[in-house]
């Protein structure tokens, strides 16, 4: 069984940046391929941005592109979502996910692990 759990979370002004960690626990953390999600209040929860377990390949949503950056230390059994500009409609509670497997990381319903979420706030 694999436990998650995000940190890094905060409030933050348009045009800041947060980074987000999420530690893995359990498992074989070098075996899983790790996605971020996010869900705003009386929204789905949405893909954000996925790494492989090699972190050789990444994957982000549109509207996250050229400003979110995921990275993963399979040493340290970290994911990481570095995000820069921040803008308003970026505010949501994030999720760390994990998976077996490289196919389907921009598809919420083939992770199999999740964590508590961290929320992220950005407001003037």
């Known amino acids: 069984q694999v436990q998650l759990v995000e940190s890094g979370g905060g409030s933050v002004q348009p045009g800041g940046s947060l980074r987000l960690s999420c530690a893995a626990s359990?498992?074989?953390?070098?075996?899983?391929?790790m996605g971020w999600f996010r869900q705003a209040p009386g929204k789905a929860r949405d893909f954000v941005a996925a790494?492989?377990?090699?972190?050789?390949?990444?994957y982000y949503a549109d509207s996250v592109k050229g400003r979110f950056t995921c990275s993963r230390d399979n040493a340290r059994k970290q994911a990481y979502l570095q995000m820069n500009s921040l803008k308003p409609e970026d505010t949501a509670v994030y999720y760390c996910?994990?998976?077996?497997?490289?196919?389907?990381?921009?598809?919420?319903?083939?992770?199999?692990?999740w964590g508590q979420g961290t929320q992220v706030t950005v407001s003037s």
């Open positions: 790494i492989t377990w090699t972190g050789g390949s990444t």
């Open positions: 359990g498992g074989t953390f070098i075996n899983l391929a």
């Open positions: 996910a994990a998976k077996y497997g490289g196919v389907w990381l921009t598809e919420r319903s083939r992770y199999n692990y």
